[in-house]
Nanobody, 111 residues
Framework: QVQLVQSGGGLVQPGGSLTLSCTFSGGPFGFYTMAWYRQAPGKQRELVAD??NYADSVMGRFTFSGDNPKNTVYLQMNELKPEDTAVYYCKAARLGFREVWGQGTLVTVSS
């Protein structure tokens, strides 16, 4: 079955950078649409980025990328702000199949 394993995250100061990784296994990677979401305390989970779209709040600061031979997608996060603090999740979606989520990774932006 499809599984997603995330890595990266942690504590960073405002203005700093982090890169999150999400590695896909157990299925045909190329058939799935990958995306990054986040959920801040007390808020709903929101889409951060996929291959074509970015949330307005991260436009110009975050970059979605993929490495197909490694079945891995990344979220490069620059100029981080305290309001970027959240648990970040990757998601794999395929029409007609159940969505699969990564385990989540906490990003804390604080001085």
């Amino acid at each position: 079955q499809v599984q997603l394993v995330q890595s990266g995250g942690g504590l960073v100061q405002p203005g700093g950078s982090l890169t999150l990784s999400c590695t896909f296994s157990g299925g045909p990677f190329g058939f799935y649409t990958m995306a990054w979401y986040r959920q801040a305390p007390g808020k709903q989970r929101e889409l951060v980025a996929d291959r074509r779209n970015y949330a307005d709040s991260v436009m110009g600061r975050f970059t979605f990328s993929g490495d197909n031979p490694k079945n891995t997608v990344y979220l490069q996060m620059n100029e981080l702000k305290p309001e970027d603090t959240a648990v970040y999740y990757c998601k794999a979606a395929r029409l007609g199949f159940r969505e699969v989520w990564g385990q989540g990774t906490l990003v804390t932006v604080s001085s």
